[in-house]
């Protein structure tokens, strides 16, 4: 995995992204005292279990793959392009429930260690 870039300076979420065969990967890319962006990468038939942050917003952009966003009592599907944004208090996760990688964008604001 390439070193991250110096901000501001354009590159390639996905050329980051960090495959773990046990679980999700994760990857920061950028945290700030406002806000923390992220790769969530997952190998086929992984998943990140529906759960719910208080006082902090998430938006996940698909970057590679197709699976399944979980939100409250929907399966909605993903694709590269899809986005959707889970603001503070609403249960969601993630499902690659297709054969190949899945990388998508996490950005959370205000980051996990500003709440």
């Known amino acids: 995995m390439p070193d991250l870039p110096e901000h501001p300076e354009p590159f390639r979420p996905q050329a980051f992204a960090a495959f773990k065969t ?16 992220g790769l969530n990468s997952f190998e086929a038939g992984q998943e990140h279990a529906l759960h719910v942050h208080e006082g902090m917003d998430k938006v996940y952009q698909v970057l590679v793959g197709k699976g399944t966003f979980l939100l409250e009592d929907r ?7 899809v986005m959707l944004i889970a603001p503070s208090g609403v249960p969601h996760g993630i499902r690659n429930d297709g054969d190949e990688r899945l990388v998508v964008s996490a950005i959370l604001a205000p980051g996990p260690g500003k709440k």
């Open 22 to 37: 046990e679980k999700m990967g994760k990857s920061t890319l950028f945290e700030s005292d406002r806000i923390l962006v």
């Open 75 to 81: 399966e909605l599907a993903m694709e590269p392009g």
